[in-house]
């Protein structure tokens, strides 16, 4: 069983930054593929950026390209999201999620564990 918290969310004007962190359980968690997903209200959830179990491969959609930075630290079970430049449309709930058998993932189904979110709101 993995247990994943986010915290770091909150309120911002557009062109502000956040960063969110997850914590991850378990001593497993450097064999994890770790990903971040959003669901904005009405709409679907999805995965915004994923990182590779040893860091050493990311990946981003195509919205979030060059604003967004996923990272983590293995010795601490932890992931990040680092957001600048942050607009209106990035409102959502954030959620980390956990791909404990492949180690890596740029699908959602291969995401097995998640955490309960935290809300990110960008004024304008």
């Known amino acids: 069983q993995v247990q994943l918290v986010e915290s770091g969310g909150g309120l911002v004007q557009a062109g502000g930054a956040l960063r969110l962190s997850c914590a991850a359980s378990?001593?497993?968690?450097?064999?994890?593929?770790m990903g971040w997903f959003r669901q904005a209200p009405g709409k679907e959830c999805h995965l915004v950026a994923a990182?590779?179990?040893?860091?050493?491969?990311?990946y981003y959609v195509d919205s979030v390209k060059g604003r967004f930075t996923i990272s983590r630290d293995n010795a601490k079970n932890t992931v990040y999201l680092q957001m600048n430049s942050l607009k209106p449309e990035d409102t959502a709930v954030y959620s980390c999620a956990a791909a404990t058998t492949t180690g890596w993932g740029t699908k959602d189904h291969f995401y097995d564990y998640w955490g309960q979110g935290t809300q990110v709101t960008v004024s304008s």
């Open positions: 378990g001593r497993a968690f450097n064999t994890y593929g």
């Open positions: 990182i590779r179990w040893s860091g050493g491969s990311t």
